[in-house]
């Protein structure tokens, strides 16, 4: 480790392909898909780990992620989001041509008309997913009866085909733990009786990282996928916030070095925002300390973290911490490459190829 220039994100490999396998076969074992967001890693290699795990397909939120993607061998993409732009109907036909299956999100009554002007250009018929709002107030119908008017329009059109139902409960990270499994047995019954009445052989796509394991264990038969994204790598959100995830399977560290404890009870570190992204905790926490010591990132400039907490004077100049980072998705968009890492040492790098694919 002391060979890596800092600041570096560092993957620990095996517990990354844990994290991914343990999801996997839990989702195996009650016979629903894992369509892993790749919003998330963005990254070919990890991709394919998740394919070679069993995930049945890939879900993102911009065309050009799932560009990004296909060199993984992915066959079948979900893009979800509302997308409106004649300008990618070559794009997104391109994409249809490289996909045993590709998926796109309907996701208002207004939106399904720009989709379907979007689909006259693209020359298919383009298979859907239709939104449903459970909580987080983004896209998708706000109410069942909405939804069941914007199935029968789609049920008339010659340009959009309807193959299932989506939510993305990106609320449940506010929510306290002690709440999440009677809102998500809620949630489920609300969505199946939905799915149902509007048509039976519809899929029911739920899930983020948060609930998609107790998504799997309550499903009863009602589900077909989830799509988490941040499971592979984890952050204090799903480790300390939501305790979704053991602190001990987080998979990514940022590696900083402190360069300066410019008065007693305050250490600076080389990674802030261009590193850790401006997220945080509710308690106001950008980075904890991997070893466990009692300081923490409670601030950041572009390039400077300020290090705070009983353990900070302990701290030397020079030298290096791993630190988790609160919010693990913006981190990764944040650099080209990560370090992948095997029994503290560096393995491999890995190019972030889906970095910036905003478009
Ligand atoms: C539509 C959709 N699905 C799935 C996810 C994955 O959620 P998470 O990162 O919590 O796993 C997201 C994340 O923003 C999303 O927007």
Redesign the pocket.
Known sequence: MDSLPTPSILIDRPRLLANLRRLQSHCDRHGIELRP?I??HKMVAVAREQLAAGARGL?C?KIGEAEAMLPSGVRSFFI?HSLVDPRQAPRLAALADQLDDLRVAVTSELHFEALERLAGLVGRRLRVMMAVDTGLGREGARDDATAERLAGRLAGSSRLELRGLYS?E?FFYGLPPAEHEAKVASMLDRLAALRDRIDPSLALWPG???TAARVVSAAAGRVQAV?????PFGDLYLTRVCASMAPEDQAIHILATVVDKPEPGLALIDAGSKTFSPDRTPDGVHGLPADGRDFAVVRLNEEHGYVRGPATDSLQIGERVLFAPAHV?PVINLTDTVVVMESGRPVATWRVEGRGRTQ
Do not use: D, F, N
């Open positions: 967001h919003k998330t879900t939120a979800a993305h990106g983020c990282s948060v799509r988490p994204g941040a499971y998705c």
